[in-house]
């Protein structure tokens, strides 16, 4: 047993510390090899073999086990990557104890690996091996991506795919004399950004050597399927880089190709190829590997291990539950994400099928599942084409295939891309495109990926001038106000931005307990809309923001602080009428989880103020990076509730 101490969230949603003891990690790390091996020789000996082996055993199981717990808690992550590159970076390791010629760093573009920097750090002794047990847990230091100053022994951040190559690049620049290596994935290598990092590092002869686990498996599927034509070797041979191809579960050919790499000048891709998950059981093969473990075959494997006290472990876990009622909103949750493709599919079953063909595109970015577009895909797939992680030109596709009037591109992934698309975004407009995009996991909530995930800039997609071609952004509050949006906009032209969150949104009443939605209700673009009448003063907020900020109203009117509720879903279009009426008011607060100096509240005081209405303005928002976990986030922010009282009361 460890003693230790963690920070919670008890259920007033405020964050406390609180002592735990922690059961011993049940797998013993202790047995770990310190392997050193040399590049001057090709090939390893039967007791370095031996003890990689031992090694790459070992890491494995332990990569297993505390990534199950991750799912046992109900906070996710991934399991199959790491444990895919097990044997490239044991070799790594041993390679790094033997000369100081490289740049010790476990570079990798596939930060959802983040497993293997967190089992890493604790191998180098920088973490307690229990800590493994806390994986992706609010506020224990271990988000779903790399962030570095973050998490003890972490030494780079990553988590969007095809940033870290063109990063290494520089490392590689900086480092003159070394030799850098960056972990790549054929997930990651879809990236464009991978394409120019690979001409840079051939015209600059950098001493760069990417390890790629080519094991044909991403979230949606199998590249070979949908990227047909595509491989990840070729495309690099084209762009000058060598390439030695092997099999990566053959020890000796893989140190031999990464050994014959270190001693071939200039940029090198080890490219190995393997099934996911080799050796697991029901996973083996599959893109269910890509994501966490689930708990039954991580028993399974452990079992066959026999590591019982692993298992108890894993059996004793539950996840954690917020339990919390939120005043003014229904009992009945649903996925506004999915609920963007089901509403989809709902506007689209009312087109003939020759219609839809000719005028409607779906292009999705390896995301179906996370943001709906599988709705339409299994609806609809004469309109649908799953393509690769390549967000940039699959929006302007998207844009391409809209340019016609009439005809509509459809376009979704997570929000934090939409940073990446930005540049799209101007072209389509100049070109009076018309895209109809769904930006799903918008804000904070739920976001064990943590802030490299984030969806915090989306007001960056209004990029354009005041005369431009139509520019609409809209975050519905509630299911019903998803269906509703998307039955409204479907059809019209211009640019349309819909934002969802990965979390589930309760459905929001009225003040007599029926849904404010629901019924014959209809969505009017630009129209912001009351949702509680209030005498001293307003809180505007939108999409997961507003449930929250309802229940903070409900709670202030019940101490006599009569403070109302104004949704604005069309989050960049004036709403005069409601701007008069909230400005004449004492008191304004704008509560969003956008990033404070980009969001919503960065403008709103400026109209407020362009109009001569002068009321007590503050503006809550996401101001700091994430904590990890789930609903955890929020109270992180100053964003539940009792952050939203506070700030109210902090302001009378
Ligand atoms: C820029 C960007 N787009 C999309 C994602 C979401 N995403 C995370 S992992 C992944 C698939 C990755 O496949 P691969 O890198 O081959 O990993 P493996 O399935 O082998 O674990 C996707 C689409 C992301 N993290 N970054």
Known sequence: MRRDWRLKVNNKNTVILEKTTMAQFPIDLGAYRRVSLAAGNPTLSPDQKAALKANIQLCRDAIVFFTATGAARGVGGHTGGPYDTVPEVMILDAL????????????????????????????????????????????????????????????????????????????????????????????????????????????????????????????????????????????????GVTVFEGDGEDLDGLYERIIQAINTEGPVAVINHRKMCPGIPGIEGSNHGHDVISVKHAIEYLEARGYTDAIELLKSASPAKQNYTFKGSSDKWDANRNVFGDACVSVLGKMSEADRIAKVRVIDSDLEGSCGLKKIHDAHPEVFIASGIMERGNFSAAAGFGMEKGKQGIFGTFSAFLEMNISEITMARLNHSNVLSHYSHSGI??????????????????????????????????????????????????????FSTRSKVPLILDENGNERFGGDYKFVSGKDEVIRE???????????????????????????????????????????????????????????????????????????????????????????????????????????????????????
């Not at 290494?168 to 004399?177: C, D, K, L, R, S």
Request: hydrophobic share 35%.
């Open 96 to 239: 790094f104890r033997g000369s100081n010629g490289f740049v010790p760093i476990f570079f990798d573009e596939a930060g959802h690996r983040v497993a293997t920097q967190y089992l890493m750090s604790v191998l180098n002794g920088d973490m307690p091996a229990e800590k493994l047990m806390l994986y992706r847990e609010a506020h224990s230091h271990l988000p779903g991506h790399p962030e570095l100053g973050f998490t003890p022994g972490v030494k780079f951040s990553s988590g969007r795919l095809g940033h870290m190559w063109p990063y290494v690049n520089g490392v590689a620049m900086a480092n003159p004399g070394k030799t850098v290596f960056c972990l790549g994935s054929d997930g990651s290598q879809q990236e464009g950004d991978d394409a120019e990092a690979a001409r840079l590092s051939v015209a600059q002869g950098l001493n760069v050597k990417l390890l790629i686990d080519d094991n044909d498996v991403t979230i949606a599927g199998h590249p070979s399927h949908y990227l047909k034509g595509c491989s990840t070797a070729q495309t690099l041979r084209g762009h």
């Open 445 to 498: 909530d739920d976001m064990a990926d943590n802030t490299c995930h984030f969806g915090l800039n989306n007001l960056f997609a209004d990029n354009g001038l005041d005369d431009a071609y139509p520019t609409n952004l809209y975050f519905p509050a509630d299911p019903n106000q998803m269906r509703a949006c998307v039955e409204s906009v479907f059809h019209d032209e211009g640019l349309r931005f819909i």
């Open 534 to 652: 209030g005498t001293q003063g307003y809180i505007v907020a939108f999409g997961e923001a507003l449930y929250r900020a309802l229940d903070a109203v409900e709670r202030l009117k019940e101490e006599g602080i009569d403070i109302g509720l104004i949704n604005k879903p069309t989050l960049n279009a004036i709403d005069e009428d409601m701007l008069a009426k909230v400005g004449k008011s004492p008191l304004v607060l704008v509560v969003e989880s956008f990033n404070r100096k980009t969001g919503l509240g960065s403008r709103y005081g400026t109209w407020l103020l362009e109009r001569g209405f002068t009321p007590k303005f503050a503006h809550l928002g996401t101001h700091q990076e994430g904590c990890g976990g789930l609903w955890e986030q929020f109270p992180h922010q100053g964003l539940d509730p009792v952050g939203i009282i506070a700030k109210v009361k902090s302001m009378r």
